[in-house]
């Protein structure tokens, strides 16, 4: 049945597979961004450079009185290499696009379309492309993936940023 705009109301609806940094060949999306302040997920090189902050204040208080020079270069490099490097790794050695959570719905209420958490509120990211209703839901995602969830079971929904 076509409406005055030429829309099929009867038509099933046309999922269109997400593409994005860190899709592997199961469909899933590895993802960054499990830190969120508010609703802006905190970059996790900066995580990253936090904790070389922190490893770098350690060894430059060891440092400090033999070596004073030494222990003011590993408290400015090592931030920086640290941050560095683990972008490095999730931009080109294994990707992972940035995602943020944006809201929880119960399994019986997925949509094809939407983006979910796998494994609770961090994690991986799939697409959802079918899904069946029985005593539990059973849940297809883009690559073939099946998830099965109990019809009141909370899923994130994801926005990938990158």
């Given amino acids: 049945m076509l409406t005055d705009e030429h829309v099929d109301l009867f038509s099933k609806p046309v999922v269109t597979p997400v593409v994005a940094r860190g899709l592997t060949e199961d469909g899933w999306v590895r993802t960054t961004g499990w830190l969120q302040v508010g609703d802006h997920p905190v970059s996790s090189s900066h995580i990253a450079a936090v904790v070389g902050l922190l490893w770098a204040s350690v060894g430059a ?3 400090v009185g033999t070596y004073p020079v030494v222990a003011g270069v590993l408290v400015l490099t090592v931030p ?3 941050g ?3 972008w490095l790794f999730t931009a080109r050695v294994r990707p992972a696009s940035m995602a943020r959570n944006i809201d ?3 399994a019986d209420e997925l ?3 939407d ?3 796998l494994y609770g509120s961090i994690g991986p990211v799939g697409q959802v492309v079918a899904v069946t209703y029985d005593e539990d839901v059973l849940v297809t995602f883009q690559g073939g ?3 099965t969830w109990a019809r009141g079971h909370v899923v994130h929904l994801v926005e990938l940023l990158t």
Avoid: E, I
Wanted: glycine share 10%; net charge positive.
């Fill in 61 to 63: 208080a060891v440092l």
């Fill in 80 to 82: 920086a290499l640290c």
């Fill in 84 to 86: 560095g490097s683990w």
């Fill in 104 to 106: 929880t719905t119960t």
């Fill in 111 to 113: 949509m094809p379309g």
């Fill in 115 to 117: 983006l979910v958490r």
């Fill in 145 to 147: 993936a099946h998830q």
